[in-house]
């Protein structure tokens, strides 16, 4: 089962994962607007610069799996042990129904380059810190799956663009429009809340 976009043919897996991702974006960008509300302007630019650069580095599908366990151990540290094995087993979930239609192989043998390794550093920094603006006090079971789903696509959505076929410079660009328009989606939503419930001078 797939879904046809002119040329271009997503399947459902991949299809979920642009999804939580896109979602993701939007959350950030709704925050993103909170925090420049609050004067957190360096927090801020900081998360704004890790998720572009994120953009770039997700889809090379380089530190995934290590961004999904340091978001289970974000789960644990903010919350406690029942909602991490949530955030696990909605992640594993996925990564084992995905991961069989994969007719990619791993090169095991081959090291890392010094831009695999900034991508790896900057796919775990951004997945902690979309978890982090998720996982909001108290922290419920549909946050922790949320948060599961998330860190999930981002492991997956590389290999899961891989198997279609495109070129690296396609996947980068469908990725950048996805990323891209869903986190002005989440600023201009946020924007707008606080123009129609809050007075101006609430801002200052």
Same mark, same amino acid.
């Given at each position: 089962m797939a879904l046809k976009v002119g040329k271009l043919e997503i399947g459902w897996r991949l299809f979920i994962s642009l999804s939580a991702i896109a979602i993701a974006y939007g959350f950030i960008g709704a925050q993103l607007v909170n925090l420049t509300r609050f004067h957190d302007y360096w927090i801020a630019g900081l998360i704004l610069i890790v998720s572009i650069l994120a953009a770039i580095a997700i889809p090379q599908s380089?530190?995934?799996?290590?961004?999904?366990?340091?978001?289970?151990?974000?789960?644990?540290?903010?919350?406690?042990?029942?909602?991490?094995? #949530?955030? =696990? @087993?909605?992640? /594993? %979930?996925?990564? +084992?129904?995905?991961?069989?239609? !994969?007719?990619?192989?791993?090169?095991?043998?081959?090291?890392l380059s010094i831009w695999e390794i900034i991508a790896t550093v900057v796919t775990i920094a951004f997945t902690v810190s979309a978890a982090m603006l998720v996982l909001r006090q108290p922290v419920t079971w549909v946050q922790s799956g949320a948060v599961g789903v998330i860190a999930a696509a981002?492991?997956?959505?590389?290999?899961?663009?891989?198997?279609?076929?495109?070129?690296?410079?396609?996947?980068?660009?469908?990725?950048? #429009?996805? =990323? @891209?328009?869903? /986190? %002005?989606?989440? +600023?201009?939503?946020?924007?707008? !809340?606080y123009l129609i419930f809050y007075k101006p001078e609430s801002y200052y």
């Amino acid at each position: 089962m797939a879904l046809k976009v002119g040329k271009l043919e997503i399947g459902w897996r991949l299809f979920i994962s642009l999804s939580a991702i896109a979602i993701a974006y939007g959350f950030i960008g709704a925050q993103l607007v909170n925090l420049t509300r609050f004067h957190d302007y360096w927090i801020a630019g900081l998360i704004l610069i890790v998720s572009i650069l994120a953009a770039i580095a997700i889809p090379q599908s380089i530190g995934g799996l290590l961004g999904a366990i340091a978001v289970i151990f974000t789960v644990y540290l903010r919350s406690d042990l029942n909602n991490s094995l #949530i955030t =696990t @087993g909605v992640c /594993l %979930a996925l990564y +084992i129904l995905s991961f069989a239609d !994969f007719s990619y192989e791993a090169n095991t043998d081959q090291k890392l380059s010094i831009w695999e390794i900034i991508a790896t550093v900057v796919t775990i920094a951004f997945t902690v810190s979309a978890a982090m603006l998720v996982l909001r006090q108290p922290v419920t079971w549909v946050q922790s799956g949320a948060v599961g789903v998330i860190a999930a696509a981002i492991t997956l959505v590389g290999k899961q663009f891989l198997d279609t076929g495109l070129t690296p410079k396609a996947i980068a660009k469908i990725f950048a #429009i996805v =990323t @891209g328009s869903s /986190l %002005a989606i989440g +600023i201009i939503y946020r924007i707008i !809340f606080y123009l129609i419930f809050y007075k101006p001078e609430s801002y200052y």
